[in-house]
């Protein structure tokens, strides 16, 4: 697999229109993040074209709610025929567990990730505002083995805690990282974060890499720096 096939570039925008006119921007990208914020705009409407053009499809929808309704999202979602879901590890082992089921009979089913914590939040959030008493490391450890030994196929962390995560849950446990940004880009609203060499060699599987590409005032020469960043 090539570098640019790890990279999952998210359509963050709120009309179909608008996700369709960067797909025809970035035709070089292989891998797209379909969010809330779109597919609540389109349902899957978007999926479809994606599809159609043979992309592969991370569906980004972090199920968070009791086992039942988790596995009934979960068989609704596989029948998409999407590569990547996402749920919340904190939902518990059970919804955990009732998802792998869910999604056992389908004919294409996703590779299940589970959200360790959000990249938007950082150490005092853990233990200030969620009243987590464990260092961020350690929580986002147990999220990650939590959903392993459910069944989950991996997990996404931010590139912090990806060698950890890689050491402890093995080399075919999928890990996922947001908060990806190349050298010359702002972080945003990303707590923590790593260039994509960095990420990559701390043993992320993807990277999900987002405004520093779609906010640019050229995509395609943004692309290309990330790229020729990783690859020089």
């Known amino acids: 697999m090539s570098f640019a096939d790890k990279i999952i570039v998210p359509l963050d925008v709120s009309t179909e229109e608008a996700a369709i006119a960067l797909l025809d921007k970035l035709p070089q990208v292989t891998f797209w993040k379909v969010g809330l914020e779109l597919f609540v ?4 409407t978007i999926l479809k074209h994606l599809k159609d053009r043979q992309k592969k499809i991370f569906l980004d929808l972090k199920f968070h709610d009791i086992p039942n309704t988790v596995a009934s999202a979960c068989r609704s979602a596989s029948q998409y025929g999407v590569n990547l879901l996402t749920l919340h590890a904190t939902a518990g082992k059970n919804a955990l567990k009732a998802a792998t089921q869910a999604i056992a009979q389908s004919s294409s089913p996703p590779q299940l990730l589970a959200i360790t914590l959000l990249t938007s939040l950082n150490s005092r959030d853990l233990a200030f505002d969620l009243k987590v008493p464990l260092e961020l490391p350690e929580y986002a450890l147990q999220m990650a083995l939590l959903a392993k030994d459910s069944g989950i ?80």
Request: charged share 20%.
């Open 153 to 232: 196929n991996g997990a996404v962390c931010s590139p912090q805690e990806v060698a950890q995560l890689r050491q402890v849950c093995g080399k075919d446990f999928v890990l996922v990282c947001p908060g990806v940004r190349p050298t010359w880009a702002n972080a945003g609203d990303q707590q923590r974060v790593m260039t994509p060499k960095q990420a990559l060699n701390a043993g992320a599987d993807y990277l999900v890499i987002g405004r520093p590409i779609t906010m640019a005032d050229d995509p395609v020469m943004a692309w290309n720096r990330i790229i020729d960043e990783v690859t020089s």
């Open 41 to 44: 705009a389109t349902g899957p």
